[in-house]
Every structure is written in structure tokens, then in C-alpha cells.
């Protein structure tokens, strides 16, 4: 149980073009899910929280207008990066909580590359 | 100061060995306490799961918490090839925001 997918697994795109990244709680409900950024050889770093059916809460220094996140469902959430150039080129990885719960379970996460 | 200190290693083990992983924090407003694992180009499966101080053993994995000095391990026993990949500490505090802080994560090599 608690499987949580992403898609896609790995993106190439322009600079300047738009890209959305689907996470997906498959056996659960997920009351919260969370926006992670990882570099290479680093830790990750929470972007954001988004609670089912309201605006997603960022962390300090992450820009909302270019990274976008919707969650409009129990097992859907959306990141959207807006106008991407080579910096924002990241492992991008979600996760998801269920109701009550504080164990987060993470999807397998998404290569962006921005070129 | 990070509010999560792990050392990122490398850290190398002939097969069979004890591994001892560990992680120090400074907010003791933490109480969930987390150790995932990740491979390559992989998202973080959750290997242990403890709350407050005390002994987690499942399997070869055993987690320790001591709250008294902010310090959390995770051992594994009988490490494998398999075992190799980075491992990361994470925590919050009380309560349901589920903010999750994480430690650098340490780079474990198994070898056989």
C-alpha cells in the first residue's frame, strides 16, 4: 500500500516553455501533498505544501507565479513550472500524506532539464 | 547552523558489517523521527518510523532515538550490496503541518 507515482520520469524542454509534473497517491487519499526539490548530492528541499481543494502554501524564497501547484483532488496534484530556464533543471519529487497520518510516502520523482 | 546535521560520507562497508547511521538536531520540538532510503535517480521509501525517544526494530533495521541529546541512528545489521544507497534522516515536530526537515542523507557502499 501507500504507492505514490509521478509523471513524467524525465523531461527535456526549452527554455522558456511550460512544464507540469503530475503526482498521483494511487491507494490512498492524500489530505496534503508536498512539492520537493533535490539537487545532485543534496538533500531535499520542501518548494510547498498543498492541502486537497486550497491554495498551496510555499516556503520562504520559492517563487509562486513560476512554480504552480494545484490540488484539486484526493490523489492529484499538479506542479507547474512556468517560463523554465536551465537553472530550474532539478529532481523534482512529490509526496503524500493521508488523513490523520504524518508519514509522508514519495513518488519515484522527475528529471527536469531545461535546455 | 542546520537544524539537521548528517554527515554525507561516503561511507564504506565490506558486506556483512554493522552499519551505524546517524543524525543530530538542534529544534527539540522535534518528536517524529524518520529514516528513508533512496537509489540513484530514485524517490525516498520509508524504512523507519519512530515517535519520542526509545528503540524501533524492524528486520535487520533498528532506529534509536535520544531526545536528551538530540540524536537519532539507524543500524542495519547484516548489510548486503542491496543496502547501498544514500540514507536520510528526517523529522518534524508535533502537531499535523507534516513539515518534514531532512538531514545531507549518507552515502552507504556495501561491498560484497
Known amino acids: 500500500g501507500a504507492v505514490v507515482s509521478q509523471h513524467p520520469s524525465w523531461v527535456i524542454c526549452k527554455s522558456g516553455t511550460s512544464v507540469k509534473i503530475e503526482c498521483r497517491s494511487l491507494?490512498?487519499?492524500?489530505?496534503?501533498m508536498f512539492w520537493y526539490r533535490q539537487f545532485p548530492k543534496q538533500s531535499l528541499m520542501l518548494m510547498a505544501t498543498?492541502?486537497?481543494?486550497?491554495?498551496?502554501?510555499?516556503e520562504q524564497g520559492v517563487e509562486k507565479d513560476k512554480f504552480l501547484i494545484n490540488h484539486a483532488s484526493l490523489t492529484l496534484s499538479t506542479l507547474t513550472v512556468t517560463s523554465a530556464h536551465p537553472e530550474d533543471s532539478s529532481f523534482y519529487i512529490c509526496?503524500?500524506?493521508?488523513?490523520?497520518?504524518?508519514?509522508?510516502?514519495f513518488g519515484p520523482g522527475t528529471r527536469l532539464t531545461v535546455l | 547552523q542546520k537544524e539537521v546535521e548528517q554527515d554525507p560520507g561516503p561511507l564504506s562497508v565490506p558486506e556483512g558489517a554493522i552499519v551505524s547511521l546517524n543524525c543530530t538536531y538542534s529544534?527539540?520540538?522535534?518528536?517524529?523521527f524518520m529514516w528513508y532510503r533512496q537509489y540513484s535517480r530514485k524517490g525516498p521509501e520509508l524504512l523507519m518510523y519512530?515517535?519520542?525517544?526509545g528503540n524501533k526494530e524492524d528486520g535487520r533495521f533498528t532506529a534509536q532515538v535520544d531526545k536528551s541529546s538530540k540524536y537519532i541512528s539507524l543500524f542495519i545489521r547484516d548489510s548486503q550490496p542491496s543496502d547501498s544507497a544514500t540514507y536520510l534522516c528526517?523529522?518534524?515536530?508535533?502537531?499535523?503541518?507534516?513539515?518534514?526537515?531532512f538531514g545531507q542523507g549518507t552515502t552507504l557502499q556495501v561491498k560484497p
Open positions: 509526496s503524500a500524506r493521508g488523513t490523520g497520518g504524518y508519514t509522508q510516502y
Open positions: 498543498s492541502n486537497e481543494g486550497s491554495k498551496a502554501t510555499y
Open positions: 528526517a523529522m518534524s515536530v508535533s502537531g499535523n503541518t507534516g513539515k518534514l526537515i
Open positions: 519512530t515517535y519520542s525517544s
Open positions: 491507494d490512498f487519499q492524500a489530505t496534503t
Open positions: 529544534n527539540s520540538a522535534f518528536q517524529y
